[in-house]
């Protein structure tokens, strides 16, 4: 019975990451469809919105808010390095393929190990050890790094908010461990985003159309839906069992990607996105047979 329900909580968590993945496709395919507006305006617009939802389902909530002590400063650094991630990867939109800047953030999961390994104390085989740096591989082929490609700077840029990303939901896991629920999450990590930006935003505004600010509003209600559910899914399943569903968003990102941009990635992205796909699916695997033996 145990074992069902289990089992039961792991298929609700890769539905959850699944969607999640497909809301955080979105709202990149939203966010490079705005044009060219500062990222900060960017970001504030997307956190705005998604503040908007999350307090509201609050106070339809009616409960009371209580948050431990130990959990100020996981929320604060879940908060920070969010903010740190959405901008780097904002910044990365603006200037790669679509497919190119999602598959460098979701670097996230591989990141969450080693941030695992440094602040939860969980421990690391071999295995997983050269999964990761597999996937360092995979992302070197998409960056393709060299002095004369104007990719480059974007590209570690990208993979810098895989980095933010990565400690930023490792964040979330500690914070689940202490009970604080996905919707305060949210709308802490939110409100801090439109707090930091604001100020940019007023010394840099640039107007909008009104097709722009539409675009940013679904940029922000595409946001709150993945923010919500990958929430929600690394609550029912640990990270080991759902994340690798997280890169079904190199499929979504690739298929609007090309759909609304006309954009084809380059044959050596094509095998930075199957290497680190891989590495996911071995990481997968290792941890689903590691979790059987032990029971």
Not at 120 to 140: D, N, R, S, W, Y
Not at 201 to 227: D, E, H, W
Request: aromatic letters at 12%; proline letters at 4%.
């Amino acid at each position: 019975m145990k074992k069902w329900k289990e089992l039961k909580d792991i298929y609700k968590g890769m539905i959850l990451i699944v969607l999640s993945a497909f809301c955080f496709a979105l709202m990149n395919m939203f966010v490079h469809l705005s044009g060219d507006l500062p990222v900060f305006q960017k970001s504030f617009f997307r956190n705005f919105i998604a503040l908007i939802i999350a307090v509201s389902a609050l106070i339809k909530e009616k409960a009371p808010i209580k948050i431990e002590k130990s959990a100020i400063m996981p929320l604060f650094l879940r908060s920070l390095m969010g903010t740190l991630g959405i901008l780097c990867n904002f910044y990365a939109l603006d200037r790669l393929d679509l497919a190119d800047a999602s598959i460098l953030n979701k670097m996230s999961p591989f990141f969450v190990i080693i941030f695992s390994i440094i602040i939860l104390k969980e421990e690391i085989k071999l295995p997983q050890l050269l999964f990761v740096l597999g996937a360092l591989v995979g992302a070197l082929f998409v960056v393709k790094p060299s002095f004369t490609n104007t990719s480059t700077v974007p590209a570690f840029i990208a993979l810098t908010g895989g980095i933010c990303a990565g400690f930023a939901y490792t964040m979330v896991r500690l914070l689940g461990i202490h009970g604080v629920k996905g919707k305060l999450i949210v709308a802490v990590f939110s409100g801090f985003s439109c707090i930091v930006t604001l100020p940019w935003v007023i010394i840099y505004f640039k107007p909008m159309t009104i097709a722009q600010l539409t675009i940013l509003i679904l940029a922000g209600v595409s946001a709150a839906g993945g923010q919500f559910t990958i929430t929600a899914a690394y609550t029912y399943a640990p990270a080991r069992d759902v994340s690798v569903y997280d890169y079904t968003q190199i499929i979504f990102a690739a298929a609007l990607g090309f759909l609304v941009f006309g954009q084809i990635p380059d044959l050596l992205s094509w095998i930075g996105y199957i290497i680190i796909a891989s590495m996911a699916v071995l990481m997968f695997v290792y941890n689903r047979r590691k979790l059987i033996r032990s029971e």
